[in-house]
């Protein structure tokens, strides 16, 4: 279940830079992910996909990639429209 806690810390992390910019809605949330975040992305994924319903962020990329050795999950950027 770590996976939906980091999916809805990212649904808020990308709601808030959405709303501080005047932002309609968000089209991808990328994130960086080492060896020792433990998170699997397929959930990661599906989790994402469950808490951005109903919210600006629905519909959103979430773009994982590879990150630095002994980091966990880290927000790289969010793109909003």
Not at 11 to 28: F, M
Not at 51 to 67: C, H, K, R, S, Y
């Amino acid at each position: 279940m770590h996976e939906a806690a980091a999916a809805q810390d990212l649904v808020r992390k990308a709601l808030s830079v959405a709303e501080d910019s005047g932002a309609e809605g968000v089209c991808a949330v990328r994130v960086r992910q080492g060896p020792l975040g433990h998170l699997s992305r397929s959930h990661l994924i599906e989790y994402f996909t469950r808490a951005a319903e109903g919210t600006p962020v629905a519909g959103a990329d979430l773009v994982i990639e590879d990150g630095e050795e002994g980091a966990g999950l880290v927000l790289v950027s969010v793109t909003v429209t």
